[in-house]
Each structure stands twice: as C-alpha cells, then as structure tokens.
C-alpha cells in the first residue's frame, strides 16, 4: 500500500529501563505498510542497555537521544523539539504499532485536511510468563478508546495549539493533555480498528499505584479549575 504523499511522520518513542521490549516496538513500526519517516528513541535516563540496542538494529530512520530522568512528558517533549515532520506519533517503548494501521490513519488526514488527531482503539495485552526472555503475551478483553498518546497520529501544529506535555507529572500526562485537547475543541476521528497493542508486565511504571500515585485526582482538579477559570472570565 503506498503511503499518501506529503505526510511524513515522526514516531517517538520515550523509554526507561526498556531495553528488553524495545526491538519489538521498533519492530513493529519498521513493520508497517508506510513506514513512519523517522523514529526518535527519547532515552530518559535509562540504566540498561537501551542505547546499545538502538544502535545494533542498524536503520537509518532510527535515531537514539539520551537524557537525563525527567519522566515520560518531558521525554516525549524533547521528541518533539527534535522530530523533523509534521505528522506526529507516540509509542510507549513495552508497547506496539498494529500491523498495517499507520497507512489506514494517514489516509483520514488526506480524507479531512482540517483533522488534527487519529486515534483508533487499544487491546490490551497480558504478560502470561515471569520468562521476560520470551515475552509471551494474551489478550485481556475487547479493545477499547484508551486515554493515552500511543497508536495516534497528531499533526504538529495541534501541539502548537495545545501545548507541551506537562513535565511536572510524572504520570497521567497523557490525560491531562487530551484533557486540554479537548477543552479547545480539537478535531479528533477515532477508526474503530486497534492501532495500538498495550503489554502489561510486571516492570510497567503504573503498575500497581492507586489513582492519587497516578496523579488522576490531580488531573481531574486542573481541569475543574480551568473550567471555573474560564467560565468567570466569561461572566467577566
């Protein structure tokens, strides 16, 4: 399937202490009908061998940064000062692309020019050995709309309008940003097709963390906030 023209993307892919999934991730984009333009792996302060492994799958459209730990928004920040295209998405390092997806999500923003945001649906999958070597995984459930940046396509100036990520959480920056997303109206289509295979395993960074280790309740408080804030200047 050839890829619509002048709609070159930028995958980035945040990642700590992930070097055992990471491969498969790449993989799964390197995979792709349309293969994404570049893949930017943000390392956030990673103490494996996450940039060796980088470097030893040996493509040109893969390029390796490393930082020092700042979290998951600010790695996914510095991915976007670095990406080059104007089509934008995000993998979590544990997680996959869904074979054949990127072409089928860039074709809606040739459909509607005026879209900002493709997102399609997430099946979860479970880790069903302790053997991290083999990385066995099954489906739990129906795929379902995630509230999270992977298996989406963004064009740039949507972050531009929204803005960054929020480096001071280290968790549910993804839900504070959609949040934001939304509260200005942005132009979303969701396809009813999984774009995005989530793997828990027992090394995920929210696994096993209530709602407030999450920053959920957080989250939700800004966004009753800026609500408030908003409606008084209105009154105003």
Not at 7 to 23: D, Q, T
Not at 196 to 210: E, I, K, L
Request: hydrophobic share 35%.
């Amino acid at each position: 399937m050839i890829r619509p023209a002048d709609n070159a993307v930028s995958m980035i892919i945040p990642s700590y202490n992930s070097g055992h999934f990471l491969a498969e991730a790449i993989e799964s984009l390197l995979n792709q009908g349309a293969q994404p333009d570049e893949i930017l792996v943000v390392d956030d302060g990673s103490t494996d061998d996450t940039g060796a492994l980088v470097r030893a799958i040996g493509s040109n459209r893969t390029h390796y940064v490393y930082q020092e730990n700042q979290g998951p928004a600010a790695a996914r920040n510095r991915g976007l000062q670095l990406a080059t295209h104007d089509i934008i998405g995000f993998l979590d390092a544990d997680d996959l692309w869904s074979p054949g997806q990127l072409n089928h999500q860039l074709l809606c923003f040739v459909d509607r020019p005026d879209l900002e945001i493709v997102k399609g649906l997430t099946q979860v999958l479970e880790q069903t050995e302790k053997d991290t070597e083999r990385h066995r995984f099954e489906p739990v459930g129906k795929p379902f709309l995630f509230a999270n940046l992977g298996g989406t396509l963004y064009r740039r100036s949507v972050f531009e309008r929204v803005g960054l990520l929020d480096p001071t959480l280290r968790f549910s920056e993804d839900v504070d940003w959609l949040l934001r997303a939304r509260e200005l109206g942005v132009s979303m289509q969701v396809i009813k097709q999984v774009t995005q295979y989530h793997r828990r395993h027992g090394a995920n960074v929210t696994a096993n963390r209530s709602p407030q280790e999450l920053n959920m309740l957080h989250v939700m408080k800004m966004a009753i906030d800026r609500k408030r804030k908003a409606s008084r200047s209105h009154d105003h």
